[in-house]
């Protein structure tokens, strides 16, 4: 038996949330899925750079003015997921002048706020900066938690009715001669899910309108209807330093490139990037070398990241799209505007649209462009207020700050937790019930834990991008454990240690590729600590070695 909804969104990805908040606060019935956890394509391997626009100065203007609309919108409806580090375009004696010209001419143009400082002034600002930095041009770059801002879309979706389904992976469009009224999904029957229906099932979900915001798999969807869309894929890799070693976003001043980013993010900074085009967004190499290349590259810029500490790299995948007749070969210069793509106009087919490109400072107003037209669509008269409703976190932050400042002095703990929290913390964390630190490194405590259990049951990857608990320095080595201890009683001994061994090897994906110098010894003593203490690796005691416990139990004159 089919389900039905008004809209089906396709994709829990930062554009696809914010179409089922946009569409949800007109009041429509909207459902949207998403095969795994929410940020869990591109949102979620993302530099976490709320754009100014300045990268796009030159080459793009008109998304360079998109971006600081949005910079600014942002900043007001989401504040409690935003840091206005600010951010420099550092110009090094071999970077050309004419550009340096260029980058500030674009950025007055696209009324980005820009200021020059000379080298000295922008070492006075970052001091690990190279001694030879020649200038800098100063614009209104942020620090984004993609995590955090997509949940909280999420979050206010549900509060207008609609409803979010986790790993719920779309397997074929329903499609009955030229009208595309459905899915069929297959439901995760794996450890640790927490879904609307049952696990391990697969079943129909008809609607009114499909939207495809499936990003760098938008094409793999419309193949499944005979729809060609042409995403070109591009990998980019991001490396994690283990502490903040600048508290401004630090570009290189220069024509594009790899490696020409540092973005300061929560408790560390985030290394990128590369740009490649790949054949399929889910199967491409991950390269030692592409994170040697970041370091050695950005320490041009900053030399101390020579020295530092790496905890784990990661690869996303862009979501470019050519539109056809353009006959672009480097993906580089694809531009990073969004395309919305009415199927029944451009292939005949009804029922559906794809939305592709752009970038996530963009998601906003990409989710207000589509949800326009599905209204148009559907006959809906409703208007959009999401630049202008916050989203649940950040609802009387100005308050909520004069309570950082007084309490932020004798806690940094509950400072970070109610930075994180914003408008909730109230509701969170007033509890009469003991609430202790369960991960150090990010600080985060039992009642955040619970809170998030509560959204998102027993898959403690969704536990983690609520909190950022285990995404800090020891990488879960020891907090994951007692994450898994916070399921207890709810869920069995089988769901928990499922959901630890889940968590646990998430976190071990991104290190291995950073497996050199001080993060060795730490990845060495995150398998110590849980192969002795719970023997993860599977070590069996032969027969002869085992403890002979009765062996305590009274022999002469002694009590176990």
Not at 50 to 79: F, K, M, P
Not at 113 to 131: D, I, K, M, N
Not at 380 to 406: H, Y
Not at 526 to 538: C, E, I, K, Q, V
Request: aromatic share 4%; net charge negative.
């Amino acid at each position: 038996m089919a389900r039905n909804t008004a809209v089906l969104v396709l994709g829990g990805g930062s554009t696809g949330c914010g179409i089922a908040r946009d569409l949800a606060r007109r009041g429509l019935e909207v459902t949207l899925v998403e095969r795994g956890n929410l940020t869990g394509g591109t949102t979620g391997r993302m530099h976490g750079l709320l754009h100014s626009g300045g990268r796009y100065a030159v080459s793009d203007q008109a998304s360079a003015t998109e971006c600081i609309e949005e910079n600014e919108i942002l900043r007001d409806i989401a504040g409690h997921c935003v840091e206005m580090t600010d951010g420099l375009f550092v110009q090094r004696p071999e970077d050309p002048d004419e550009y340096f010209r260029k980058k500030l001419d674009g950025c007055r143009e696209c009324n980005i706020p820009a200021e020059v400082l000379s080298g000295r002034e922008a070492r006075e600002v970052e001091p690990y900066l190279a001694s030879d930095v020649k200038r800098a041009i100063k614009v209104p770059d942020g620090a984004v938690d993609p995590f955090r801002l997509c949940v909280a879309n999420a979050l206010d979706a549900e509060k207008h009715g609609a409803r979010i389904e986790t790993h719920a992976e779309v397997v074929d469009l329903l499609r009955e001669g030229d009208d595309i009224y459905g899915v069929e999904v297959r439901h995760d029957s794996g450890p640790g899910k927490r879904v609307h229906s049952s696990a391990g099932t697969t079943e129909e979900i008809t609607a009114d309108y499909v939207v495809n915001a499936t990003g760098a798999w938008a094409g793999q969807i419309g193949e499944m209807a005979n729809l060609e869309v042409a995403v070109r894929p591009s990998k980019g890799v991001m490396t994690i330093m283990n502490v903040r070693q600048v508290d401004t976003v630090i570009n290189r001043c220069r024509p594009k490139g790899d490696a020409d980013i540092v973005v300061p993010h929560e408790t560390t900074a985030i290394l990128g990037t590369t740009d490649e085009e790949v054949d399929d967004p889910d199967d491409y190499p991950e390269e030692n070398w592409e994170v040697d290349m970041m370091i050695d590259t950005l320490s041009e810029l900053l030399p101390i990241l020579e020295e530092s500490r790496t905890i784990r790299s990661f690869w996303g995948v862009r979501p470019l799209y050519e539109p056809p007749g353009t006959g672009t070969q480097d993906p580089t210069d694809i531009t990073r505007d969004f395309f919305l793509l009415d199927h029944a106009d451009r292939d005949g087919v009804a029922g559906m649209s794809t939305i592709v490109g752009g970038k996530f400072t963009t998601y906003r107003a990409m989710a207000e462009e589509i949800s326009d037209h599905v209204c148009d669509k559907l006959g809906v008269r409703a208007t959009c207020d999401t630049a202008d409703a916050a989203l649940p976190g950040s609802e009387n932050l100005a308050v909520l700050k004069d309570a950082m400042d007084d309490f932020g002095l004798r806690s940094p703990v509950a400072r970070r937790s109610k930075q994180r929290l914003g408008s909730r913390s109230a509701d969170v964390l007033e509890t009469d019930d003991p609430n202790p630190v369960i991960c150090n490194c990010e600080g985060v405590t039992r009642a955040e834990i619970q809170d998030a259990i509560s959204q998102s049951g027993s898959d403690l990857n969704a536990v983690r991008i609520r909190t950022r608990a285990s995404m800090g320095n020891c990488q879960g080595g020891f907090c994951c454990q007692q994450m898994a201890c916070e399921l207890h009683p709810e869920y069995d001994e089988e769901t928990t240690r499922a959901a630890l061994d889940e968590l646990f090897q998430e976190r071990w994906k991104g290190e291995r590729h950073a497996l050199w110098g001080e993060q060795l010894s730490q990845a060495m003593l995150n398998y110590s600590l849980h192969a002795t203490t719970m023997n993860r690796d599977g070590d069996p005691a032969s027969a002869d070695e085992r403890v002979a416990y009765d062996a305590f139990d009274g022999g002469p004159g002694g009590d176990r």
